[in-house]
Every structure is written in C-alpha cells, then in structure tokens.
C-alpha cells in the first residue's frame, strides 16, 4: 500500500500537529468543538470573555492528553483578538485554522422594540468581530498558503427567526462574508466555510424560545453541541480541502 494510500484511508482529518482557534469555546459549541478538535490532534487557543470558562474548557483537554492554551479575550476588542494570536504563535508557533464562534443572542427583542444602540451592539458582537478575527489571522495564512475559517453562523440568517432582527441580520452577514471570502482566498488556498447551525442544547438557546423552537425539529431530539462540533471538524479537515463558500447545516431537517 503506497503512502498516499494509507493517509487517506487512517488519517481521514489530518489535524495533528494543526493550530485552531476557537472564539467564544468557554461553552456550549464552541467547547465541544475545542474538545473534539483536540482528540483529533489538533493545538488548541480556547478562548472566551469569560476566562475561568476559558481555563476550565483549556483544563479539561490538558488533562485528557491534548495540547491547549486558554485565554480571555472580548472578541469586540481588537487588543484582545491581537492578544489571543500572539499568545497562540507564542505556543504554537502557528495558526491553521480559525473558527468564529462567539456570539451573543438577541434576548427575544421585536423590530419594535429594538433599539438603534442594541442592534449596533450586537452586529458589533457577532459579525464585525469575525470580520477583525479574520483579518488579524489572515496573514499567518496566506504566508503558508494554506487556512480553514468556519463562520458559526445560524438557521435564523438562512430562514429568518421569531424574533430579534439584529441576530438575524449579524448571521446572514456571516455568511456572505464566509462566502466572498471564500471566493477571494481560493488564491491563497484557504478555504472558508459556514455552519448553519441548526437548534442545539445551549445556554444561548435555552434562554430564547425554547419550546417553540423545538415543536419545529423533525429528528425527534435536540441538536447536541457535538452534533454542530462534528460538521466543523470536517470542513477545517484535509479531506475537506475542495470545500469552500459552503454552509452546512446539522439541523435534524428543521429547514431542507
Ligand atoms: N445554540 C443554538 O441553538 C444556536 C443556533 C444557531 C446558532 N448558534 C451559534 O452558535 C454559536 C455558539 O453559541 P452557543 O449556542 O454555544 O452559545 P453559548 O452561550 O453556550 O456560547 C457562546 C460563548 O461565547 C462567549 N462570548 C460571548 N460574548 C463574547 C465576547 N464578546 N468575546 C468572546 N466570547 C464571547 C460566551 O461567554 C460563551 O462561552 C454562536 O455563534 C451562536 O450564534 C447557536
């Protein structure tokens, strides 16, 4: 059996050795992908604006055998974002894969009662961030030629939601900036997907219409973190390399 062989059929990620970052993995997906991440072999920055969150997701991989660092970073502060990448090359000496998760939720607000100032805030928290993530990563990418970038993004930026226009609105950017990213990066070989996250059992989606949302689920359970976790670990995998500008969404078939 020749090399490429034997590589394509037992090292179906190829993440050992690779460097991710993963916003916002202090909990619910974001630490699930973190710890799935790293039991595929991956260095992992778990970083969160709630750093005990950050350290304990950081803790638990460590004493599982993984290699990770955990940091407090505020996505919205590009000090912080420049903080996070410096301590990762500091430790890894590399970054190879970005996953842009930290978001927050609307908190059930309607067109009506939103205010001009929430809506800045919150397309501040969940888009413009990824944006400067991106930006800030992008260099140690394109200088090897070589990235994978998933933009968390969620059913309510594909279908719409009930409620909160602002979260909406901050998800749809995420994919059209994954998308255009994706068209203009295949020059430098990386590759940008998104996640169209479906219904998952979270902090954030328990405190947003919880009942609602479920009665709409076909697969007759919730979606798990790692249900979400196991579709990033394929797009930032090797056996993924041709798929870029595409979003996929594990959401028990709430929207087809
Ligand atoms: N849970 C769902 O049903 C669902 C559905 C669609 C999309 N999503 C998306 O999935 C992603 C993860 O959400 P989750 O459900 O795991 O929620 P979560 O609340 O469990 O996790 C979000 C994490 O982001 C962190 N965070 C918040 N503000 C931050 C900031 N300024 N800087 C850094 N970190 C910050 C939080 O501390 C938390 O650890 C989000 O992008 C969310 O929009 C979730």
């Not at 991956?42 to 604006?49: A, E, K």
């Not at 798990?224 to 394929?234: C, G, K, S, T, V």
Request: charged share 20%.
């Amino acid at each position: 059996m020749n090399e490429r062989i034997t590589k394509t059929q037992f090292d179906y990620f190829g993440l050992e050795g690779k460097t991710t970052i993963v916003t916002g993995s202090g909990n619910g997906i974001g630490r699930a992908t973190a710890i799935m991440l790293a039991k595929l072999g991956s260095n992992i920055t778990v970083c969160d604006i709630e750093n005990e969150s950050a350290n304990n997701v950081k803790k638990e991989i460590v004493n599982n055998g993984g290699r990770a660092i955990g940091i407090r970073c505020d996505v919205c502060q590009l000090e912080d974002i420049r903080n996070t990448i410096d301590k990762t090359i500091e430790e890894f000496g590399d970054i190879d894969i970005l996953i842009n998760n930290a978001a927050g939720c609307g908190g059930g607000k309607t067109i009506d009662d939103m205010t001009y100032e929430e809506w800045n805030r919150l397309i501040q928290l969940n888009l413009t961030s990824a944006y400067m993530f991106t930006m800030e990563v992008l260099p140690y990418m394109k200088a090897k030629m070589h990235g994978k970038i998933v933009m968390v993004s969620s059913g309510a930026g594909i279908v719409g939601d009930f409620s909160d226009p602002h979260y909406a609105a901050s998800k749809a950017g995420m994919i059209g900036l994954g998308k255009e990213l994706a068209n203009e990066l295949t020059a430098y070989r990386i590759n940008v997907n998104i996640l169209g996250t479906g219904l998952t059992d979270t902090r954030m989606s328990r405190s947003n219409l919880w009942n609602k949302k479920t009665q709409q689920v076909p697969w007759y359970r919730i979606g798990l973190p790692e249900d979400q976790a196991a579709a990033i670990a394929y797009m930032v995998s090797e056996s993924a390399d041709y798929l870029t500008g595409q979003v996929i969404c594990p959401n028990g078939g709430a929207w087809m």
